[in-house]
């Protein structure tokens, strides 16, 4: 396993990102920047204890890494992202492997069941006072070619809106994307 794999079909990699905790831990590391065990745990309310076993099981499969640069001594242990655009997962690969069918299947429900959760939340009548909600629908004639070049543009555009916003400050809160372009 590469220390930081960027394009992912390795099935034991696949389970510590299906995991709801730690595809969690990820996005906030993806959004804040480096982060201590604690610094999550009360992000994400979750236990110390288990933020730090699923900072372990990331790390071991190499999807985070220490970032000593951020430590306060020693003994202070802070993580990062192993790549600065995450993490892409090739469905053909994955379903090219033995046993790949089940592990795509898992995947895609997966997919369906945040998107659903996504659109539940940003449509549902609870609310938060301080927070801002947008759901786009947009029609647009275009290529193959040029829906390619819109989806990386609008990644670019989202990575650099979280490299500006990157930090712990108390004023700003951790928003999810969801992006789906398709015919």
Do not use: C
């Not at 236990?47 to 020693?74: C, M, W």
């Not at 053909?92 to 659109?119: N, T, Y």
């Not at 193959?144 to 490299?163: M, N």
């Amino acid at each position: 396993m590469p220390d930081s794999p960027s394009n992912v079909s390795d099935p034991k990699v696949l389970r510590a990102l299906a995991h709801g905790v730690r595809s969690r831990i990820l996005a906030e590391l993806s959004a804040v920047g480096p982060m201590r065990a604690a610094d999550l745990a009360v992000a994400l309310d979750i236990p110390a204890n288990q933020a730090s076993f699923h900072l372990r099981t990331l790390a071991k499969y190499g999807l985070i890494v220490e970032a000593p640069e951020e430590a306060k001594d020693g003994r202070d242990r802070v993580w990062k992202p192993a790549l600065d655009r995450g993490v892409n997962i090739s469905l053909k690969e994955i379903e090219a492997a033995p046993g790949g069918d089940a592990v795509s299947a898992f995947l895609r429900k997966d997919v369906r069941q945040r998107a659903h959760e996504a659109v539940d939340s940003a449509t549902g009548t609870n609310r938060e006072e301080d927070t801002h909600i947008s759901v786009s629908d947009i029609a647009l004639r275009l290529t193959k070619d040029e829906a390619a070049q819109l989806s990386l543009e609008l990644t670019d555009l989202a990575d650099q809106w979280r490299e500006r916003t990157k930090g712990r400050g108390t004023e700003r809160r951790t928003y999810a994307l969801l992006q789906i372009l398709q015919p």
